[in-house]
């Protein structure tokens, strides 16, 4: 297959963007991929066609008003945040047209690139927005994001769709399970829960990920993720008055029940 793209710059060497450099390298196996770190000179970026922003959201927002200088002749720009419109206002306001707004739904509880591997993104959602961007480079992300093998879902949105979506399958069961975990472990303590069985560790394995790549996320989307919080709350303070209820208890499976991940 024809190569979209002949230099590659990816920044942010974690799990997100050591994988990225690993599925373009399994499709392109001689490809000159430039990946930079927090503290590196981004001086080289200016060679670049292509250039994918795998940092934290915070770090994108603080880099998009210099991409315009840093990388001038690249032929895309993309990122991967895990929020959307305040880097699309970060773009439009930068004056970068060439800059497609993306998200895989794909990832891990660690951030540093160890568990990083080539088929991380395969038929994984990969969300783009690329109503502000130019048609050239709305193709070329696209088809750059399928060769990764992502599944690509573009979304004709600013940002604040994709957000509202994103707080709820994403954002929210990241603090339920946070929260969870630290509930029973300061109920339990370390002792109680070395006899917990599988409900509780699946329940809560994301609470192994760390605030570093979570805090970010959670700032730039509490709009949409404060009522989903007061909501679950409500629900639960509903759930805790009615535990003798056998109908309402019977009501609330069949509401969950209602919404199977494979119908």
Do not use: Y
Not at 99 to 114: C, K, Q
Not at 131 to 155: I, Q, T
Not at 193 to 208: I, K, P, Q
């Amino acid at each position: 297959m024809e190569r979209l793209i002949e230099r590659l710059a990816i920044v942010g060497d974690g799990l997100i963007g050591r994988s990225v450099q690993l599925a373009w390298r399994r499709r392109h196996a001689d490809a000159e991929v430039m990946a930079f770190d927090r503290g590196d000179d981004l001086g080289p970026l200016a060679a670049a066609d292509a250039v994918v922003l795998a940092a934290p959201v915070d770090v994108i927002l603080a880099l998009l008003p210099h991409l315009p200088t840093l990388a001038p002749q690249a032929r895309f720009i993309t990122d991967t945040g895990s929020t959307k419109q305040l880097i699309a206002e970060a773009a439009s306001t930068a004056g970068l047209p060439c800059f497609v707004p993306g998200h895989p739904m794909a990832g891990g509880t660690t951030t540093g690139p160890d568990e990083a591997r080539a088929d991380l993104f395969d038929a994984r959602t990969w969300f783009l927005l690329p109503g502000r961007a130019e048609p050239a480079a709305r193709s070329a992300v696209a088809s750059f994001v399928a060769e990764l093998g992502a599944r690509v879902v573009p979304l004709e949105d600013d940002g604040r769709e994709h957000d509202r979506l994103v707080a709820a399958i994403s954002h929210l069961p990241q603090v339920v399970a946070t929260t969870l975990r630290a509930r029973v472990g300061e109920t339990v303590g370390v002792e109680g829960l070395r006899h917990a069985g599988a409900g509780l560790r699946d329940t809560t394995r994301r609470a192994a990920s760390h605030a570093s790549m979570w805090a970010p996320i959670l700032a730039t989307n509490a709009t949409a993720l404060a009522p989903l919080l007061r909501a679950l709350a409500d629900d639960l303070t509903r759930v805790a008055q009615e535990l003798g209820d056998r109908e309402a208890m019977e009501e609330l499976f069949a509401r969950a029940h209602r919404f199977p991940f494979d119908p």
